[in-house]
């Protein structure tokens, strides 16, 4: 079992030195900081179960360290210790998300008692987050992906302000998963118990957007013969992911500008007022900022909805996801298609590692499915990828050859290749160089290669 970790803080040798010896002897891995700065510069890149800190120390005192720790790990429980305790400080530090508040000089029972409950409610975050992730998986909702390190940042940044409720908007290509990261953010929230609703904006004309957000009374419209209820009030307690949402009519920005002020909405052809309580994220692939400037998106509004904002990278730019993402598709077709297919030749894989992908992980995952319907063999080989994608496999055979060759060796390389990835048939051949038969024979006489290719009548 992995021990738990704790770093404790204390700009008194003596007394550091005397709570380490205590936490170790009890099994715990611990590490030690002589100052809140020092404590800071090691919570910047190595998250810990337990932090105990003292509070009166010079320039970072332990209130900056509580704050800074709940701001980087919300998980982590603090324990404050000081010899100058007061009931204000206490509920200061309380208020501030410290666990418990220990004053000096402590009883070695009492220590090991708290030490003991905060790992406790510690563990009992940590195994609810691994339920939720499962649940997750179980009911088919995806989750995140992703090694490189602009994913491994987007994870710790959803998980960092997951629980802070605020309004977040996402940035990213059409393709790059903004609606995943909603979700994400929607499961490790306060509200992950509610309701999560997406709602596509550029999808509507302005009168279809109005009624669908907000809901209209009874006789608000020829047809209106009930009461319906709109999707910012059926989220109420839950998220709302707007989708698109640089293609909202300015008439709207307004109406959802209010909400968020106000916290309450009017249904369409209605006079009394609804309380809602929800939480918003949107996304867009558009520049925002560029879109306030031209006046196309209300600056207002803009500031509401960035309150916390994601940069999804395009699949491109995180090329080492690319294997991770196919394996994943890989599994989740060839049991969707109850197939067994153990993987991906290397070329294969070379190709679409190498592949700009414009259409992001939705284009991979279109690619992977199509592959798992052609294969009949235990590899996805490069004639299970479409067409489009041959000349990134060329690139990546020419990235083998060390020096630079001349135009005539590319050009008998390269037809000497599509020959092989078109099993010898000269016509397929021609297709795919965009050449005619003819001219392609000709070629293949000059060099002496027509013996070698099979000829498609064979």
């Known amino acids: 079992m992995e021990k738990s970790r704790i770093l404790v ?26 100052s809140g700065t020092a404590a800071l510069k090691k919570l910047s890149n190595t998250e810990f179960d337990l932090v105990m800190t003292d509070l009166k120390m010079k320039q970072v005192d332990g209130m ?33 998300g410290a666990y418990h508040y220990i004053p000096k000089p402590y009883k070695i029972d009492e220590v090991r008692m708290v030490v003991g409950r905060a790992l406790e409610k510690k563990g009992l975050k940590d195994e609810l987050r691994v339920i939720r992730q499962d649940f997750c998986r179980r009911v088919g909702i995806p989750f995140i992906i992703g090694k490189s390190r602009k994913m491994q940042e987007i994870i710790e940044m959803v998980t960092q ?49 109005t009624n669908e957000l907000f809901g209209h009374e009874k006789d608000a419209f020829t047809g209106a013969t009930t009461t319906k209820i709109g999707l910012l009030e059926a989220a109420t307690r839950g998220t709302v992911f707007l989708d698109e949402i640089g293609d909202m ?29 929800i939480r918003i994220v949107a996304a867009t692939n558009k520049d925002l900022n ?44 060839t049991e969707a298609q109850n197939k067994t297919i153990e993987g991906f030749s290397d070329e294969a894989m070379e190709i679409l590692t190498n592949y700009e992908f414009p259409g992001n992980i939705r284009e991979l ?21 479409p067409q489009e994608l041959e000349q990134y496999s060329f690139k990546v055979y020419r990235q083998k050859v060390k020096r630079l060759p001349t135009l005539e060796e590319n050009e008998l390389d390269y037809i000497r290749w599509v020959l092989k990835q078109a099993n010898g048939n000269k016509t397929r051949a021609a ?10 024979w000709r070629k293949l006489k000059r060099w002496d290669l027509n013996n070698s290719a099979e000829d498609e009548s064979k």
């Open 431 to 440: 297709e795919i160089l965009g050449i005619d038969r003819v001219s392609l």
């Open 161 to 209: 302000i997951a629980p802070a409720d605020c309004n977040v908007l996402i940035f990213g290509e059409t393709g790059t998963g903004k609606e995943l990261i909603a979700r994400a953010l929607h499961q490790q929230s306060n509200r992950a118990e509610e309701r999560f609703l997406a709602f596509n904006c550029g999808a509507f004309t302005e009168e279809l957007l």
């Open 290 to 333: 560029k879109e306030v400037e031209k006046g196309g998106f209300r600056k207002d509004l803009f500031y509401r909805l960035n309150v916390v904002s994601l940069h999804l990278p395009p699949l491109a730019e995180r090329r080492d996801d690319v294997p991770l993402l196919a394996h994943h598709f890989l599994k989740l077709y």
């Open 365 to 385: 995952e279109n690619i992977i499915e199509r592959a798992v319907a052609l294969c009949k063999d235990s590899l996805i080989t490069p004639k299970h990828l």
């Open 9 to 34: 803080v204390d700009d008194e040798t003596i007394a550091r030195e005397n709570l380490e010896h205590i936490l170790r002897k009890d099994g715990y891995d611990v590490v030690t900081a002589d």
């Open 249 to 277: 009519p300015a008439s709207m920005q307004v109406k959802l500008l209010r909400v968020i002020e106000e916290k309450s909405l009017l249904r369409v052809g209605g006079t009394q007022p609804v309380t809602v309580d």
């Open 64 to 96: 900056e360290v509580l704050a800074r720790t709940k701001e980087q790990y919300p998980d982590t429980e603090v324990v404050m210790l000081t010899a100058y305790a007061t009931v204000a400080t206490a509920i200061e530090a309380m208020q501030r």
